[in-house]
């Protein structure tokens, strides 16, 4: 069963230029992570340690936790190097004029 509820996350000018920002939507602690036109969002928490995803380096489509260096591809959560091995969670994205939503389940 597919849930369509998008929720509203933010204005589009909240959206940093080619990099991460954190948000908390319905209390989920969420990365949103713009890359050139697109928008993507993922858990903020990375998998491997207790590290919140905004503080690391976003480069092209790669974030790097700030705490072990390990890297996930923003686009759907996959790892990409070690120490990481556990997916993050994904969310889509939908930009409508000015606003930034998410579909959470």
């Known amino acids: 069963m597919s849930n369509d509820k998008w929720i509203d996350a933010l204005g589009t000018d909240e ?3 080619d990099d991460v920002v954190g ?5 989920r602690d ?9 928008v993507y969002a993922t858990d ?5 340690g207790q590290a919140r995803l905004c503080d690391g380096f976003l480069e092209g ?9 390990g890297k ?8 990409t190097c ?4 556990v997916p993050l969670r994904s969310y889509p994205v939908r930009i409508e004029g000015s606003r930034v939503f998410l579909q959470l389940d």
């Open 44 to 48: 903020n928490m990375c998998t491997h």
């Open 82 to 85: 070690d120490p990481v091995t």
């Open 15 to 17: 959206l940093p230029s």
């Open 30 to 38: 969420i990365a949103l992570y713009t890359v050139g036109d697109e």
């Open 72 to 79: 996930f591809d923003v686009r759907n959560g996959q790892p």
């Open 61 to 69: 489509h790669e974030i790097e936790c700030p705490l072990h260096q």
């Open 23 to 27: 948000i908390s939507v319905e209390g």
